[in-house]
């Protein structure tokens, strides 16, 4: 036997075997045809609802991304600031206008006993 006869035979026998199914007669009752419609309308419904719950959450991680950015340049930005403001060269211009001076001699003080307190 040919494949494409083999392939038409047991196209038949699906196509027997579907024809041939019988639903259960419980089946057939208004009620369970209403709860299944029913089941199928909520189910979608649930889909929906958590598609957009998704979709949302989605557009919020977004934006929260896009926060983290712009904050992440405000820190680059503000450390910038602090690494000019401890160079060597702008300390000494603020210790103009904070009226100190230089110290000339350093005296170290230490104690006459060499005791020093314990805890």
């Given amino acids: 036997m040919s494949l494409k006869r083999r392939l ?3 196209y038949q026998q699906f196509s027997f075997a579907v024809r041939t199914i019988t639903l259960p007669v419980w089946f057939n009752h208004s009620l369970v045809k209403a709860g299944l419609a029913s089941a199928t309308i909520l189910f979608g419904v649930l889909y929906l609802l958590q598609t957009s719950v998704t979709a ?3 557009y919020e991680i977004r934006n929260l991304e896009k926060q983290t950015d712009v ?4 820190i680059q930005k503000v450390e910038i600031a602090v690494a000019e403001q401890s160079a060597m060269p702008n300390i000494q211009k ?8 230089v110290v ?3 005296k170290f003080v230490a104690p006459v006993s060499g005791a020093v307190a314990l805890r």
């Fill in 8 to 10: 038409e035979d047991q």
């Fill in 56 to 58: 949302t959450s989605g």
């Fill in 71 to 74: 904050l992440t340049d405000e």
């Fill in 94 to 101: 603020r210790l103009s206008s904070v009226n100190m001076v």
């Fill in 104 to 106: 000339e001699n350093i």
